[in-house]
């Protein structure tokens, strides 16, 4: 009689993966994706480290999958305020600062999903996400643009540029260096400063006027 697996089992399996994906998510918040080993994270989990590899095959794979996870819950959140309600311009103000204002609260992660160095699954994930931001830019550039509000000639290309800005504006601030000079009180860029920078630069690229500010929380 051929064995099948039961359905108590594939329940056992599910919540075991869950947990693993729990821990080694819990492991990059706290020490970013190189402190995510196999070993380390098994005996977070409390199960032998051959045990990891019945539900990923290497750590590429499980490090991928944490930064895909972590990653859908940033585009979720920037996707609800760039769909929201008010005009374009005021929406992606919005969006800018609250993605910034995430990152900044929760700094080592974002800089691992940022611009921390990683394997070769987690650059593929890192890729694909970079063009999901693009493509919730994309959507709110076509609004702006027939409302007259923003004067874009390619909207897939400024929809890019945006991306790399918000990227670039924050990585800095979020590297152990930035992290550490605010640390030790030395003067360095706080939040509402980037906030603002960023909110400027892409609002003038896009030829759109000023929003009035709403305070961070």
């Known amino acids: 009689m051929a064995y099948r697996t039961t359905t108590s089992r594939i329940d056992r399996d599910q919540a075991l993966r869950g947990r693993i994906l729990a821990c080694a998510h819990a492991r990059v918040v706290e020490g970013g994706f190189a402190a995510l080993t ?18 990923f095959s290497n750590k590429g794979e499980l490090a991928a999958e944490v930064f ?33 204002a995430r990152a900044w609260h929760s700094r080592r992660l974002a800089f691992s999903l940022i611009a921390e160095p990683v394997d070769p699954e987690v650059d593929e994930q890192r890729l694909l996400y970079r063009e999901a931001y693009a493509d919730l830019f994309c959507q709110l550039l076509e609004e702006g643009r027939a409302r007259g509000e923003f004067q874009v000639p390619s909207i897939p290309l400024t929809a890019a540029c945006l991306v790399g800005a918000i990227a ?41 006027s000023q929003p009035v500010k709403e305070n961070l929380r």
Do not use: W
């Open 38 to 55: 196999m070993q380390a994270l098994a005996e977070d989990v409390g199960i032998a480290t051959g045990s990891l590899y019945r539900h």
């Open 168 to 208: 670039e504006s924050l990585v800095g601030p979020l590297s152990p260096p930035g992290r550490a000079m605010r640390d030790a009180n030395h003067d360095s860029d706080d939040l509402e400063s980037v906030c603002t920078n960023l909110v400027t630069f892409c609002l003038r690229a896009l030829g759109a």
């Open 68 to 100: 895909a996870q972590a990653s859908q819950v940033e585009v979720d959140s920037l996707a609800v305020v760039l769909r929201g309600e008010g005009s374009a311009a005021d929406r992606l103000a919005r969006g800018l600062r609250q993605f910034a």
